[in-house]
């Protein structure tokens, strides 16, 4: 009966779990780095990052003040 979790298959086993985690932490680490370059960039601008979705909705609250503004 051959034995299935030899040494060199198990080195195998390893290198590809650590291949896979150190794929994920790159991935991890370059969202993790172009959010702090738009953070400091909009430190530098003065202004802040406001998600898409709060910018629409920020954007919709304030036709809704300018038109009940218009009819009073």
């Known amino acids: 009966m051959r034995k299935y979790l030899s040494d060199r298959n198990l080195v195998i ?3 590809f779990l650590v291949f896979i985690t150190f794929s994920f932490a ?3 680490s ?3 780095q ?3 370059t738009q953070q400091s960039l909009s430190a530098d601008l ?3 990052i406001v ?3 709060n910018l629409q909705a920020s954007h919709s609250q304030q036709v ?3 038109s ?3 009819t009073r």
Do not use: C, M, R
């Open 13 to 15: 086993i390893l290198f």
């Open 26 to 28: 790159h991935e991890d």
């Open 30 to 32: 370059k969202q993790l």
């Open 34 to 36: 172009q959010y702090s």
């Open 46 to 48: 003065g202004t802040s």
């Open 51 to 53: 998600p898409k979705k």
């Open 64 to 66: 809704k003040n300018s």
């Open 68 to 70: 009940d503004a218009v």
